[in-house]
Protein backbone atom coordinates (compact mmCIF):
# COMPACT_ATOMS: atom_id res chain seq x y z
CA UNK A 1 0.00 0.00 0.00
CA UNK A 2 0.65 3.42 -0.47
CA UNK A 3 1.89 5.49 2.87
CA UNK A 4 0.56 9.01 3.20
CA UNK A 5 2.47 11.22 6.06
CA UNK A 6 0.80 14.89 6.48
CA UNK A 7 2.36 17.30 8.55
CA UNK A 8 1.91 19.00 10.74
CA UNK A 9 -0.69 16.96 12.51
CA UNK A 10 -2.13 20.10 13.98
CA UNK A 11 -1.40 24.06 13.41
CA UNK A 12 -3.28 27.35 14.86
CA UNK A 13 -2.74 30.12 12.89
CA UNK A 14 -4.33 34.15 12.23
CA UNK A 15 -6.45 35.16 9.73
CA UNK A 16 -4.32 36.50 7.05
CA UNK A 17 -1.61 33.88 7.36
CA UNK A 18 -0.34 31.93 4.97
CA UNK A 19 -0.11 28.45 5.98
CA UNK A 20 1.31 25.40 4.16
CA UNK A 21 0.42 21.48 4.78
CA UNK A 22 2.70 18.77 3.34
CA UNK A 23 2.29 15.24 2.40
CA UNK A 24 5.08 12.68 1.38
CA UNK A 25 4.58 9.31 0.13
CA UNK A 26 6.17 6.17 -0.17
CA UNK A 27 6.60 6.39 -3.78
CA UNK A 28 5.75 7.95 -6.62
CA UNK A 29 2.46 8.51 -7.83
CA UNK A 30 3.08 11.04 -10.82
CA UNK A 31 1.04 13.77 -9.22
CA UNK A 32 -2.18 11.38 -8.62
CA UNK A 33 -2.79 13.50 -5.09
CA UNK A 34 -5.73 15.09 -3.88
CA UNK A 35 -6.82 17.30 -1.18
CA UNK A 36 -10.06 17.56 1.44
CA UNK A 37 -11.10 20.32 3.56
CA UNK A 38 -13.25 18.34 6.54
CA UNK A 39 -15.60 20.29 9.31
CA UNK A 40 -16.56 19.04 12.46
CA UNK A 41 -19.70 16.78 11.62
CA UNK A 42 -19.92 16.90 8.34
CA UNK A 43 -18.13 14.92 4.87
CA UNK A 44 -15.45 16.10 3.09
CA UNK A 45 -15.24 18.42 0.02
CA UNK A 46 -12.53 18.09 -2.35
CA UNK A 47 -10.56 21.61 -2.76
CA UNK A 48 -7.31 20.46 -5.36
CA UNK A 49 -6.84 17.14 -7.80
CA UNK A 50 -3.75 15.87 -9.48
CA UNK A 51 -1.68 17.85 -7.06
CA UNK A 52 -2.34 21.35 -8.72
CA UNK A 53 -6.00 21.62 -10.33
CA UNK A 54 -8.74 23.87 -8.23
CA UNK A 55 -12.07 22.11 -7.79
CA UNK A 56 -14.66 24.54 -9.50
CA UNK A 57 -16.29 26.45 -6.73
CA UNK A 58 -12.79 26.51 -4.40
CA UNK A 59 -11.93 29.83 -3.46
CA UNK A 60 -8.58 31.06 -5.30
CA UNK A 61 -6.83 31.34 -2.04
CA UNK A 62 -6.23 27.78 -2.04
CA UNK A 63 -3.69 25.78 -4.49
CA UNK A 64 -1.35 23.12 -4.22
CA UNK A 65 1.93 21.76 -5.61
CA UNK A 66 4.29 19.12 -5.87
CA UNK A 67 7.78 17.80 -6.02
CA UNK A 68 8.44 14.27 -6.11
CA UNK A 69 7.01 12.46 -3.68
CA UNK A 70 6.12 15.96 -1.74
CA UNK A 71 2.95 17.49 -2.13
CA UNK A 72 1.86 21.00 -0.63
CA UNK A 73 -1.46 22.47 -0.03
CA UNK A 74 -1.01 26.02 0.90
CA UNK A 75 -3.90 28.52 1.87
CA UNK A 76 -2.70 32.17 0.77
CA UNK A 77 -4.59 34.27 3.10
CA UNK A 78 -6.37 32.39 5.77
CA UNK A 79 -9.94 32.55 6.16
CA UNK A 80 -12.00 32.20 9.15
CA UNK A 81 -13.55 29.80 7.39
CA UNK A 82 -10.84 27.66 6.56
CA UNK A 83 -10.91 26.12 9.78
CA UNK A 84 -10.98 22.06 10.04
CA UNK A 85 -9.42 19.15 8.93
CA UNK A 86 -7.63 18.71 5.86
CA UNK A 87 -6.60 15.36 4.51
CA UNK A 88 -4.38 14.23 1.25
CA UNK A 89 -5.31 11.15 -1.05
CA UNK A 90 -3.75 9.31 -3.45
CA UNK A 91 -5.43 8.20 -6.70
CA UNK A 92 -2.37 6.24 -8.08
CA UNK A 93 -3.05 2.62 -6.98
CA UNK A 94 -5.66 0.51 -5.09
CA UNK A 95 -6.07 0.67 -2.20
CA UNK A 96 -6.77 4.40 -2.15
CA UNK A 97 -5.15 5.74 0.89
CA UNK A 98 -5.46 8.79 2.86
CA UNK A 99 -2.97 11.06 5.23
CA UNK A 100 -4.02 10.89 8.73
CA UNK A 101 -5.13 14.75 8.74
CA UNK A 102 -3.78 18.07 9.57
CA UNK A 103 -6.19 20.03 12.15
CA UNK A 104 -6.00 23.48 11.47
CA UNK A 105 -7.37 26.25 13.84
CA UNK A 106 -7.58 29.68 13.10
CA UNK B 1 -27.07 19.62 -7.79
CA UNK B 2 -26.01 16.41 -6.78
CA UNK B 3 -27.09 14.73 -4.07
CA UNK B 4 -26.32 10.99 -1.97
CA UNK B 5 -28.54 10.19 1.25
CA UNK B 6 -27.68 7.31 3.12
CA UNK B 7 -29.33 4.87 5.22
CA UNK B 8 -29.22 1.69 7.36
CA UNK B 9 -26.95 2.81 9.94
CA UNK B 10 -27.43 1.72 13.38
CA UNK B 11 -26.04 -0.57 16.14
CA UNK B 12 -25.24 -4.21 15.94
CA UNK B 13 -23.60 -7.06 17.67
CA UNK B 14 -20.36 -8.29 16.77
CA UNK B 15 -20.68 -11.16 14.08
CA UNK B 16 -23.80 -9.47 13.06
CA UNK B 17 -25.28 -7.85 9.63
CA UNK B 18 -25.91 -5.00 8.12
CA UNK B 19 -26.73 -3.24 5.05
CA UNK B 20 -26.74 0.13 4.04
CA UNK B 21 -28.21 2.30 1.22
CA UNK B 22 -26.98 5.32 -0.19
CA UNK B 23 -29.98 7.24 -2.63
CA UNK B 24 -28.47 8.85 -5.34
CA UNK B 25 -30.12 12.72 -7.54
CA UNK B 26 -29.33 14.86 -9.49
CA UNK B 27 -26.33 13.24 -11.59
CA UNK B 28 -26.41 10.48 -14.19
CA UNK B 29 -26.16 7.73 -11.78
CA UNK B 30 -25.55 5.01 -14.35
CA UNK B 31 -22.46 6.77 -15.74
CA UNK B 32 -20.12 6.98 -12.29
CA UNK B 33 -18.35 4.22 -10.00
CA UNK B 34 -19.15 4.70 -6.61
CA UNK B 35 -17.51 4.12 -3.67
CA UNK B 36 -17.62 3.99 0.13
CA UNK B 37 -15.38 5.76 2.76
CA UNK B 38 -15.18 5.53 6.35
CA UNK B 39 -14.30 7.29 9.15
CA UNK B 40 -13.88 5.87 12.91
CA UNK B 41 -14.76 7.64 15.60
CA UNK B 42 -12.44 10.40 15.94
CA UNK B 43 -10.16 9.28 13.18
CA UNK B 44 -9.12 9.94 9.88
CA UNK B 45 -10.71 8.52 6.64
CA UNK B 46 -10.12 5.28 5.32
CA UNK B 47 -11.42 3.77 1.54
CA UNK B 48 -13.41 0.52 1.66
CA UNK B 49 -14.87 0.03 -1.77
CA UNK B 50 -15.20 0.57 -5.25
CA UNK B 51 -17.97 -0.13 -7.94
CA UNK B 52 -17.61 0.20 -11.41
CA UNK B 53 -20.82 2.52 -12.84
CA UNK B 54 -22.09 -1.00 -14.52
CA UNK B 55 -21.56 -3.16 -11.37
CA UNK B 56 -18.90 -5.36 -13.66
CA UNK B 57 -15.66 -4.00 -11.44
CA UNK B 58 -15.57 -3.86 -7.85
CA UNK B 59 -12.65 -3.42 -5.58
CA UNK B 60 -12.04 -3.81 -1.50
CA UNK B 61 -9.90 -3.11 0.99
CA UNK B 62 -8.31 -5.65 2.72
CA UNK B 63 -9.39 -5.07 6.13
CA UNK B 64 -13.07 -5.71 4.34
CA UNK B 65 -12.25 -8.21 1.72
CA UNK B 66 -14.77 -11.07 2.39
CA UNK B 67 -17.27 -9.74 4.44
CA UNK B 68 -18.59 -6.27 2.81
CA UNK B 69 -20.17 -6.94 -0.49
CA UNK B 70 -20.74 -3.88 -2.41
CA UNK B 71 -23.42 -3.48 -5.69
CA UNK B 72 -25.62 -1.18 -7.03
CA UNK B 73 -29.19 -0.98 -8.98
CA UNK B 74 -28.80 1.79 -11.36
CA UNK B 75 -33.11 1.55 -12.49
CA UNK B 76 -33.24 2.60 -8.73
CA UNK B 77 -30.34 4.76 -8.59
CA UNK B 78 -29.15 3.35 -5.24
CA UNK B 79 -25.49 1.99 -4.05
CA UNK B 80 -25.27 -0.37 -0.83
CA UNK B 81 -22.95 -2.34 1.17
CA UNK B 82 -23.90 -5.61 2.34
CA UNK B 83 -21.84 -6.25 5.82
CA UNK B 84 -21.31 -9.31 6.98
CA UNK B 85 -19.76 -10.50 10.10
CA UNK B 86 -19.01 -7.33 11.52
CA UNK B 87 -16.52 -6.63 14.11
CA UNK B 88 -15.71 -3.85 16.90
CA UNK B 89 -13.61 -2.33 14.40
CA UNK B 90 -15.84 -1.51 11.55
CA UNK B 91 -17.42 1.23 14.01
CA UNK B 92 -17.73 4.44 11.62
CA UNK B 93 -19.28 6.75 9.46
CA UNK B 94 -20.03 5.60 6.33
CA UNK B 95 -19.96 7.88 3.63
CA UNK B 96 -21.27 7.39 0.01
CA UNK B 97 -18.79 8.98 -2.67
CA UNK B 98 -19.25 9.80 -6.45
CA UNK B 99 -15.97 9.31 -8.45
CA UNK B 100 -15.24 12.71 -10.30
CA UNK B 101 -14.77 10.56 -13.68
CA UNK B 102 -18.08 9.53 -16.16
CA UNK B 103 -17.34 5.81 -16.97
CA UNK B 104 -13.52 5.16 -16.09
CA UNK B 105 -12.19 5.18 -12.34
CA UNK B 106 -10.91 8.30 -11.09
CA UNK B 107 -10.45 7.52 -7.63
CA UNK B 108 -11.24 10.37 -6.09
CA UNK B 109 -14.51 12.12 -5.02
CA UNK B 110 -16.26 15.32 -6.14
CA UNK B 111 -19.41 14.31 -4.13
CA UNK B 112 -20.35 13.23 -0.81
CA UNK B 113 -23.34 11.80 1.24
CA UNK B 114 -23.75 13.21 4.90
CA UNK B 115 -22.78 9.63 6.42
CA UNK B 116 -24.44 6.86 8.22
CA UNK B 117 -23.24 5.87 11.78
CA UNK B 118 -22.33 2.18 12.03
CA UNK B 119 -21.59 0.83 15.76
CA UNK B 120 -20.89 -2.89 16.09
CA UNK B 121 -21.07 -2.89 20.07
CA UNK B 122 -21.90 -6.09 22.20
Known amino acids: DIQMTQSPSSLSASVGDRVTITCRTS??????LNWYQQKPGKAPNLLIY???NLQSGVPSRFSGSASGTDFTLTISSLQPEDFGTYYC?????????FGQGTRLEI | QVQLVESGGGVVQPGGSLRLSCAAS????????MHWVRQAPGKGLEWVTF????????DYADSVKGRFTISRDNSKNTLYLQMNSLRVEDTAVYYC???????????????WGQGTLVTVSS
Open chain 2, 26 to 33: GFTFITYG
Open chain 2, 51 to 58: IRYDGSNK
Open chain 1, 50 to 52: AAS
Open chain 1, 27 to 32: QSISGY
Open chain 1, 89 to 97: QQSFGTPIT
Open chain 2, 97 to 111: AKDVHRQSRGDYFDS
